[in-house]
Structure formats: structure tokens, C-alpha cells
């Protein structure tokens, strides 16, 4: 039976302004800078505690990308926070020539992404940031999954030296990751061990996967699922150590499947161990106003889809 | 530093430039010999920094980034002279593996950059961002940027001359290259800006002018500027240029900005330079 101790229900962002919280009275060097959205990243409690190290950028993305840049200068470790659309596509050429080109040690710190930023609209669910910042050489790119993990992968990247991409999210959601669980940049977690079919799932996509997983295994249907926290650079042992097993993949996102990671995974099946592939992920389109479960449901990238798409891939092994 | 030899620095500058676009047929002469008189003063004469070793933190430094990154044959061509690295590297400017690339970049780690730029409009955000973190630092240094007039178009530009004032970044001196010209013509024409002390004034910097071929000029105002700096407010020089400037055939039009002398033109250009510290 595929059990998760549940330890109550957060959003991942609040994991985010616990990490940094915490990074504010263990690393002096981290400095913290906000495009008018204080409140909507969490970040309240670093502004409260550390407001020497808080930079309010007010509603000016792009001259906040190129000060992180430039805070980097003199040894600090700049935090940015704003919600994923204008921490990426807004700014992409701030972050392509003053963070990645540059090498800076600039952590971009990306709220309410995707379609589960809900009644906000398509001006704001952002679905193409990871494909964004996965082209751009230098950058890592991370996806924790829940509450627990942000608050893991926000300490952990502040110990990693160079540009990180760190997308998280809105809706509140069950939090499954254990509170004191190991988080290492590039090492994907396999959340359940299983030989049919696996599952390379990130962010909430993630949870929707277990309770796939769940469907599939009343049915007799063996799931693996990956955890792929970090899109870049890809656990390519992990996976190819799974498909071996399970000979089948499915990738689960809330990203366009253009660019995403389905198209991460998708390359190292096609160079190195050729097996089928079903993507579950929004098919270029862009979103529109609901809750996030609705929208979930609506663009094809909830549990059903999932399972769907395990028991369509399982038969074109 | 006396006049004399800053001026001897300068004439050497201008002709590694025009050596150094000339060589690969491609860079951006015009704006380059327009700031030439400005940069020699400002590290030879303005800023305090060391090349040895040049440090990316710069802890204890003045600070300075070039936002019209275009112009990088005049800052690796001063940077060179300077010390940060051997004057010969200048023959590899825009070559396969150079760490002079086309642009200024950090990748290659040529000594005495800190940041890329090229695409334009970002360096005062760096800048701003660098002084953040001095003033974190306790460190009373100086952060300084060069502009393009052009330049100015960019939206970022406005961003940042809002929040330095807002924000009090107040060792901040920013110099525009108020050259008049830019790729597509005056700029004037393309899109004017229009009263541009005026703007920044209300944007609320000190403003100040200056010649920037008069080295006196550009050593007072500089001296001036450091002075009334610290009050509260960024301040910003609009200097006044002639792109091209020293070169006759290259003054006067916006045609150099960024097309390179052919062999016939060099000789005419280096003619008109006096060879004063010896060619790369």
C-alpha cells in the first residue's frame, strides 16, 4: 500500500519565507530584494527581523534583476522575490546578461507559477519560466515540491555558488516531505519504488502523482515516481536507472510541455536509453481564470491525467 | 596626475583604438575616442583601485561599470595601460578565445571587469546594486558608470535613476556620454531626450556638465563632483562629447559609431596621434 505521512497542508511559497527567514539569522551575506509583493512571497518575517538586508525594489523588476547582479559585488548573496512571470519573461535579458552570462551568485526566487496561481488569469500563470531559465547556461533551476522541500531547497541554495532559478507556488497543498529530509541540488528523490511504469513528476505535479499512483496501484499497476526537483542539471543516474526497470515514462508538469521538464527527460531518453514517453503538461495553450483545481482538471494536468497517460504509455512498451 | 601626461595617456589610448577596430574590421571607434579623455582621467588620475590583483569585490575600491559595454576598446585600451593586464592582449581584441570580446564579459575573466554589459541599460542597476552592498559593507568607496546618450532610451535606465534617488545611493556618480549621436543618427532625431539635466534633477540627482575633452575640466568636476557627494543624493555628469573626437574624419557624424577604418583611413587616423607611450 503507497502510504504518506501527511504533516498538515502549507503552500510552498510559505516554505520559501521560512527558508529565508532562517537564512537571515545563519548567513549574514543573504540579502533579500522584493518587487512590491512582500506579502505574496512571504517574505514578511526577513523584512521584519533583517531590515538592513531588505531591499524594496518597488515595481521595477528589471532594475531589481540588475542590482541582485551587481549586490553579488562585495560577497552578498541576493534573494530575489516576485511572482514567476515577472522574475523571468519580464526580465530575461537582465538575468541572460547581468546573472547567467556573468555568473553571478543571484538565487531569482519565483512565486505563483503556472496555472495554480488561479483566478489572477493568463496574464499571470506563467508556463514557460522553466523552459526560460533551462536554456540559459550557468542557471540551475529548481522545483521543490512541497512546503517542506521549498524550505529545504531555499537553505540549499544559498550554499550552492552561482545563478539558481527557484519556482514555487500558491495553492495550499498537502505537505508529504519529511520536515528534516536531505536536499541535494541535482540528486531527484524516488518518492515510491515500483517496476510498471515511472513517474518523473515536479512540483505539484508531484502530489498529483501520488495520488495516481494510488489509482494505478488498485488496479495492479506497480508505479515508480521521481521526484525531479531540479530540472537542471537533470539526474540523469536516477532516471536511467528507474526506466531500465521500468521501460515506460511518464513526466508530469505544470509547464507548457514545450520546454519543460518532459523535454529534459525526453532528451535523455532519445540520446541514451530509448524508451516511450507520455507528457502530462499544459499543450500550448495559455491559461484563464479558476481556482487552481479546476484548472488543474480543465488543462489536463491533474491525477486523472496521470494515470491516463501511465496506462497509455504501459501499453506502447 | 599632470595634464601633460594625461594627455599622453589619451593619445596613446585613441591610437589602440583605432589599431584595435582596424585590425578586425569590425568594433565601435566613435564613442570609444569620444570617452577617451574621461576614462584615462578617471583611473588615472580619479578613482582609487588596484590592478594587483584585481579583485571581483573590489572591497575598499572605487568601482567602475560601463553600461555602453560598445565601447569596450577604449576601457581595455585604458584597463591596459592601467596595468590590469599586458598591453600586447590589446592585438587579440574580438579574436576566437580572446578574453577581450566584443562586449565587455566576465566569462574569460579579463582582470578589471565585474560584470557583462552590451545589451544596454543595465549597468546603473549594477552599479546601484554594487553600492547596496559596499554600504552593507562599511565600505565609503565610490561606484561610477559611463552612459550612452542613446543609451538613455531604455526604460531600466528611468527603474534605477528612481530608485537611486528614492533610496539615497549617494557615493553613485553616473557620467553620460552626451555625444548627440547614435547608430540610427542624431539623437535628436531618432528620439530626443529631450531637457536632460532637467530630467534627472527631477528625478532628484545633482546634475552637473562638463567638457569632456578639457582633461583640467574633467579632473575638477571629478574632484567637485567626489566632494559633494554623500548628501542624500546620486549624482550624475552630462558631458559633453564629440564622437569620434581626435580623429577629423571621424568627428562630426554618427557614421563611426560602430564601422572600422580601413588601412588607408588608419594612417590618416594614426597621423593625427601621437605615438606617446609606444604601440601594443
Redesign the interface.
Known amino acids: 500500500m503507497i502510504e504518506f505521512e501527511i504533516f498538515g497542508n502549507k503552500d510552498t511559497r510559505s516554505g520559501f519565507g521560512e527558508g529565508l527567514h532562517e537564512l537571515g539569522k545563519n548567513n549574514s551575506e543573504v540579502?533579500a530584494l522584493c518587487a512590491d509583493l512582500i506579502g505574496s512571497l512571504k517574505m514578511d518575517a526577513f523584512v521584519k527581523d533583517f531590515p538592513?538586508?531588505f531591499?524594496q525594489?518597488?515595481i521595477?523588476e528589471?532594475?531589481?534583476?540588475?542590482?541582485?547582479?551587481?549586490?553579488?559585488?562585495?560577497?552578498?548573496i541576493?534573494f530575489t522575490g516576485t511572482f514567476a512571470a515577472f522574475s523571468t519573461g519580464r526580465v530575461y535579458?537582465?538575468i541572460?546578461?547581468?546573472v547567467a552570462?556573468?555568473?553571478?551568485n543571484v538565487k531569482i526566487c519565483a512565486s505563483h507559477a503556472g496555472l495554480t496561481l488561479g483566478e489572477d488569469g493568463a496574464t499571470h500563470q506563467i508556463l514557460e519560466d522553466i523552459g526560460m531559465m533551462k536554456m540559459l547556461p550557468n542557471m540551475t533551476v529548481v522545483v521543490p515540491c512541497d512546503f517542506n522541500q521549498t524550505k529545504q531547497a531555499t537553505l540549499a541554495i544559498a550554499e550552492h555558488e552561482g545563478p539558481v532559478y527557484l519556482r514555487f507556488g500558491r495553492p495550499v497543498m498537502p505537505i508529504f516531505i519529511k520536515p528534516d529530509a536531505e536536499f541535494k541540488i541535482g540528486k531527484a528523490d524516488v518518492l515510491i519504488e515500483g517496476t510498471d511504469v515511472t513517474i518523473v513528476a515536479c512540483g505539484h505535479l508531484v502530489w498529483k502523482s501520488i495520488e495516481a499512483a494510488k489509482v494505478l496501484e488498485a488496479q495492479g499497476v506497480s508505479v515508480e515516481l521521481i521526484n525531479m526537483h531540479t530540472i537542471k542539471p537533470l539526474d540523469k543516474e536516477t532516471l536511467l536507472k528507474s526506466l531500465a526497470k521500468t521501460k515506460c515514462v511518464v513526466t508530469a508538469e505544470e509547464h507548457m510541455r514545450a520546454g519543460g521538464l518532459g523535454d529534459s527527460v525526453a532528451q535523455v531518453i532519445t540520446t541514451e536509453y530509448l524508451v516511450p514517453q507520455e507528457y502530462v503538461a499544459v499543450n500550448d495553450s495559455f491559461g484563464e481564470s479558476g481556482t487552481p483545481m479546476e484548472l488543474m482538471t480543465k488543462y489536463h494536468i491533474d491525477s486523472q491525467d496521470v494515470v491516463d497517460a501511465c496506462l497509455k504509455v504501459i501499453k506502447r512498451k | 596626475m599632470e595634464t601633460k601626461e594625461l594627455q599622453n595617456i589619451a593619445s596613446q589610448v585613441r591610437r589602440d583604438i583605432v589599431r584595435m577596430v582596424a585590425q578586425v574590421s569590425s568594433g565601435h571607434p566613435g564613442g570609444s575616442l569620444g570617452c577617451t579623455d574621461f576614462l584615462t582621467v578617471l583611473y588615472f588620475d580619479s578613482m582609487k583601485h588596484t590592478h594587483s590583483p584585481f579583485s571581483m569585490d573590489g572591497k575598499g575600491e572605487d568601482l567602475f561599470f560601463l553600461s555602453n559595454g560598445h565601447i569596450s576598446p577604449v576601457w581595455y585600451s585604458v584597463l591596459a595601460r592601467a596595468g590590469y593586464f599586458p598591453v600586447s592582449d590589446l592585438g587579440t581584441f574580438r579574436r576566437l578565445g580572446s578574453k577581450l570580446q566584443g562586449h565587455p564579459s566576465t566569462d574569460k575573466k579579463l582582470p578589471g571587469i565585474r560584470i557583462a554589459s552590451g545589451s544596454l541599460g543595465q549597468g546603473l542597476s549594477n552599479a546601484i546594486g554594487a553600492a547596496e552592498t559596499k554600504k552593507l559593507n562599511g565600505d565609503d568607496s565610490f561606484v561610477f558608470t559611463l552612459h550612452g546618450d542613446g543609451e538613455l532610451q531604455e526604460g531600466q535606465i528611468w527603474e534605477a535613476a528612481i530608485y537611486a534617488a528614492a533610496k539615497k545611493i549617494d557615493k553613485l556618480i553616473a557620467t553620460i556620454d552626451y555625444n548627440g549621436r547614435q547608430i540610427d543618427g542624431d539623437v535628436d532625431d531618432v528620439m530626443s531626450l529631450g531637457n536632460l539635466g532637467a530630467k534627472f534633477a527631477a528625478f532628484g540627482w545633482i546634475v552637473y556638465e562638463m567638457d569632456g575633452h578639457n582633461i583640467d575640466e574633467i579632473k575638477e568636476t571629478l574632484t567637485k563632483v567626489k566632494a559633494g557627494a554623500g548628501q542624500g543624493k546620486p549624482s550624475v555628469i552630462i558631458m559633453k562629447t564629440e564622437m569620434g573626437k581626435g580623429v577629423d574624419f571621424m568627428e562630426g557624424t554618427h557614421k563611426w559609431h560602430g564601422s572600422a577604418p580601413n588601412a588607408e583611413q588608419l594612417a590618416s587616423a594614426l597621423a593625427q596621434l601621437e605615438e606617446t607611450l609606444g604601440d601594443y
Not at chain 1, 528589471?62 to 552578498?76: E, L, V, Y
Open positions: 540579502v538592513e538586508r531591499f525594489a518597488g521595477s528589471a532594475n531589481m534583476i540588475g542590482m541582485a547582479a551587481g549586490m553579488t559585488i562585495g560577497g552578498k541576493p535579458d537582465q541572460r546578461q547581468s552570462y556573468s555568473n553571478k
